[in-house]
């Protein structure tokens, strides 16, 4: 597997630079060619020249649209190349359109074999200085031009390199990249059953439990006490009830949030919904930005039993939610107008704030509780982005 993705970011980079070589090379004999077309007495083999090389780089950009693996096969897109360079310097002799073909097609090579392009582009620097050689002992008075006419062979074996430089590069970029996607999401899988692992252990197993122990006694029951028999029956009913609801409740805890929308998306359309369901009003106010996958869950569940208990208990004839950032952490604050309570010390037999309390505790936030009778309730949860973050990184 690692093989073939491998194989694959080494594919995708070499297209990539390659379509960059082939559109480079066109510009340039365009730019540099297409500007000596006046001077030409007769300019016909080099507009020949240039529509060459412009339908041959369209060709090659089509095929490599169409089938990226092109590239896999360098031998005899290397020799079609060459193929090119040469009806090139056939038709228009060693012109600076042959230089600059000359060139792209020793980028190509470096782009498609790494360094051992240096031979290719070795070998087109000797036929560059050739040429070079021929140009200057034909025309009069050329000396002068010698440095920069000799110059231009060796401009092959630096576009060599250079390509192979540049492909080597964005290929362990796209490497990297996609270990760094894949662990991702692996790592955002592993939370996602660590926490529904948690769920269910802290619902349905227990209850299930609980079940399992009453279906044991029930045989004995059945000869000694059929009173008991019959108690222990109904706890059995009623224990996979109860998990059958637990479980569905945890489900429902699961679809929540939706981690392809921003977490603003979930906070309104839970409102929404609860509103629409019980006809109390929400009024919401939540700052854009994205939290990270652990707390983006535990948030939306402390924000949906928040809810919940406003609906069981509070008589609240309007609800306000507020998720804001703070400095380098985020706080969710749900305040009605109900009837409020007494809110205990250590918190005992009030479940539903125990529940949300321990899911602030998992993304390593607080969770604070402010009522009064007849003052309404405030529930505020705080987490740190900073320690959620780290948390991740080590799980």
Known sequence: MTTTAGHLDRVVARAAVARAVLLGRAAATLAIAGGGL?????????VTVLVLILLSAAVALVALSRDPHVVAHPL????????IVMVVLGIDGGDVAFFCCAAGASALAGVLVGFRALLPAAGYAGLGYLVAAHMLGAAPGAASLAGFVLAFPI????AAVGAAVATAALAAHVELSVRLVASAQRTAAAA???????????SVAKTLRGVSFAALALPTSLRRQPALAEQLAATVSAGATAAVRQAQEVLEGLRL????HEFAATVDRICRRWADRTGVPVRCSVATGDLPL????????????SLENIARHARAGSVAVELAYTGD??????????????????WRGCFGLIGMAERAAAIRGTLRVV????????????????AVAAAGALS
């Open 329 to 346: 952490g985020v706080r969710l604050r749900v305040t009605d107008d109900g009837v409020g309570f007494r809110v205990p010390a250590e």
């Open 371 to 386: 009522s009064a009778p007849g003052a309404g309730t405030t529930v505020v949860a705080d987490a740190a982005l900073q």
């Open 38 to 46: 006046r001077l030409r007495v007769q300019p016909g083999p080099l």
């Open 76 to 83: 005899p897109v290397l020799a079609l190349d060459a193929t």
């Open 155 to 158: 401009v092959n074996v630096l």
């Open 257 to 260: 949030d939706d981690p392809d």
């Open 294 to 305: 652990d707390l983006r869950y535990e948030m939306a569940q402390i924000l949906h039993e």
């Open 192 to 202: 996602e059953r660590s926490r529904l692992a948690r769920e269910l252990h802290d």
